[in-house]
């Protein structure tokens, strides 16, 4: 399995950017997703995810919630992180992860593939 995780980039606060994941493998459906975030100097945390195909039911960080959407296209082998109304406090690298029918509220260590992560920079 491999992973690219894209759509990084600088934007100002307030605006709004969509990070996508593209997974090379089989399978895909059996996959949770989830997207996870390291600032520097601080822990990776999850910032959401969505389960494997059965209910793709969603979870995340509650800083994030309202804010930040995650979805997923079975058809293409993807992932993605809808951002709105970013602020300061978002700025981190985001990464994407999937796990072979991990739970939703899986943490980073239940995940054994990773992408190579996207830098999203925030500006007041």
């Known amino acids: 399995v491999q992973l690219q995780a894209s759509g990084g980039g600088l934007v100002q606060a307030g605006a709004s950017l969509t990070l996508s994941c593209t997974f090379s493998?089989?399978?895909?459906?059996?996959?949770?997703v989830a997207w996870f975030c390291q600032a520097p100097g601080k822990e990776r945390e999850r910032v959401a995810a969505i389960s494997w195909a059965g209910d793709g039911i969603t979870d995340y960080l509650h800083s994030v919630r309202g804010r930040f959407t995650v979805s997923r296209d079975n058809s293409k082998n993807a992932a993605y992180l809808q951002m709105n109304l970013l602020n300061t406090g978002d700025t981190a690298t985001y990464y994407c992860a999937a796990g072979l029918r991990n739970s939703r509220y899986s943490p980073a260590y239940e995940y054994d593939n990773w992408g190579q992560g996207t830098l999203v920079t925030v500006s007041s």
């Open positions: 493998g089989h399978n895909f459906v059996n996959y949770t």
